[in-house]
């Protein structure tokens, strides 16, 4: 079992609608990492957070470090925002990541 | 903007050849770290290093190398390509920002042995 589990593994909405992507961890955390990654491959780091809420633009990041749990929210979203994205997870003394299988992300035009 | 480049973007090649990786950043971090991704799979880290000089095998047994001679350039090497080693290489760097490492990532280099 993966310490990183994210939810779901594929979502396809409409252009506009409320976005909703979930990561819980199993492990105790130092920082939780929020990537995106285009096909073709590259990654873009999104959010860094290790307590609280992180906002920009169009995009949310919170997380709730009793429940192991993040969430990751697209308002308003757009066919540009169709990607892989990936949450990750830094353990204390351990700056290496442990990622997830990843959302595969499709917004419809 | 990342400034991390990774080449070849693409690379197929046959059983046995000998290649190398090239990976370099010009934001003078001294993390970076090299990582195998499957399709549809998580990243797995296969080597890291924290400075010049100094290279670690990461979670994820490879039969690749890494050097790290220079701050900028941390390449990964297979002496013989097997087609096990088909997979996607991504090269990262971070830097230690306010509330933790911030990544860099590059392009990715997909493999394919023959």
């Known amino acids: 079992k993966n310490e990183v589990e994210q939810s779901p593994q594929n979502l396809t909405a409409q252009e506009g609608e409320f976005i909703t992507i979930n990561c819980s961890y199993s492990?105790?955390?130092?920082?939780l990492h929020w990537l995106q990654q285009h096909p073709g491959g590259g990654i873009v780091s999104l959010f860094m957070?290790?307590?609280g809420k992180k906002k920009h633009g169009r995009l949310i990041a919170t997380i709730n470090i009793q429940e192991k749990h993040s969430s990751l929210h697209i308002t308003a979203s757009h066919p540009r925002d169709s990607a892989v994205y990936i949450c990750?997870?830094?353990?204390?003394?351990?700056?290496?990541?442990?990622f997830g299988t990843g959302t595969r992300l499709t917004i419809i035009p | 903007e990342a400034d991390i480049y990774q080449t070849p973007r693409y690379l197929v090649i046959g059983t046995g050849k000998k290649i190398t990786l090239e990976c370099s950043q010009t934001?003078?971090?001294?993390?970076m770290y090299w990582y195998q991704q499957d399709p549809g799979m998580e990243l797995h880290l296969i080597h890291y290093?924290?400075?010049?000089?100094?290279?670690e095998k990461g979670d994820l047994s490879s039969e690749s190398t890494v050097s790290r001679i220079r701050t900028e350039h941390f390449p990964l090497t297979l002496e013989s390509a097997r087609p096990s080693h088909t997979s996607q290489y991504l090269c990262?760097?971070?830097?230690?920002?306010?509330?933790?490492?911030?990544?860099?990532f590059g392009s990715g280099t997909q493999l394919s042995v023959l």
């Open positions: 990262a760097s971070s830097e230690l920002g306010r509330g933790g490492e911030k990544l860099f």
């Open positions: 492990v105790g955390i130092s920082a």
């Open positions: 290093s924290y400075g010049v000089n100094s290279t």
């Open positions: 990750a997870v830094s353990t204390f003394g351990n700056e290496k990541l442990t």
């Open positions: 934001m003078g971090h001294d993390k």
């Open positions: 957070l290790s307590s």
